[in-house]
C-alpha cells in the first residue's frame, strides 16, 4: 500500500506564506505526477498544482506567480510554497501522487488526509 503525510498547514495573516510538504510512502515503485489540490467549504475540490516526474509544472490561474510547487523525487516527497495568501486561499489541502506500486505494477491515484490552510487576520 501507500501513504501520503502532509505537513504544514495551519493560520496565518493575509500576505504571509506557507510550505506544505507530503511526503509518500509504502510499496513505491515509481511515482509519476504529484500535485495539491484543495476544497474550501461548499466547493468542489480543485487543482492548485501540479508537477510531472520531469518537473513541468501547472498552476490554477488563481495561484499563478504566488504558489510554486516542487519536488524531492529521491525522498517522494512533494512540496507546495504558498506566499502572498488570501483569505480565498483558506481551504483543505491534499496531496494528490499518481504511484506504481511494487506488488502491482499498475498505476493508481493515492491521496493525503488532507491539511487545513486558514488565512485570516
Known amino acids: 500500500q501507500v501513504q501520503l503525510v502532509e505537513s504544514g498547514g495551519g493560520l496565518v495573516q493575509p500576505g504571509g506564506s506557507l510550505r506544505l510538504s507530503c511526503a509518500a510512502s509504502?510499496?513505491?515503485?515509481?511515482?509519476?505526477?504529484m500535485g495539491w489540490y484543495r476544497q474550501a467549504p461548499g466547493k468542489q475540490r480543485e487543482l492548485v498544482a501540479f508537477?510531472?516526474?520531469?518537473?513541468?509544472?501547472t498552476y490554477a490561474d488563481s495561484v499563478k506567480g504566488r504558489f510554486t510547487i516542487s519536488r524531492d523525487n529521491a525522498k517522494n516527497t512533494v512540496y507546495l510554497q504558498m506566499n502572498s495568501l488570501k483569505p480565498e486561499d483558506t481551504a483543505v489541502y491534499y496531496c494528490?501522487?499518481?504511484?506504481?506500486?511494487?506488488?502491482?505494477?499498475?498505476?493508481?491515484?493515492?491521496w493525503g488526509q488532507g491539511t487545513q490552510v486558514t488565512v485570516s487576520s
Open positions: 494528490n501522487a499518481h504511484v506504481i506500486t511494487i506488488a502491482t505494477m499498475i498505476p493508481g491515484d493515492y
Open positions: 508537477i510531472a516526474s520531469g518537473g513541468s509544472t
Open positions: 509504502g510499496s513505491i515503485f515509481s511515482i509519476n505526477a
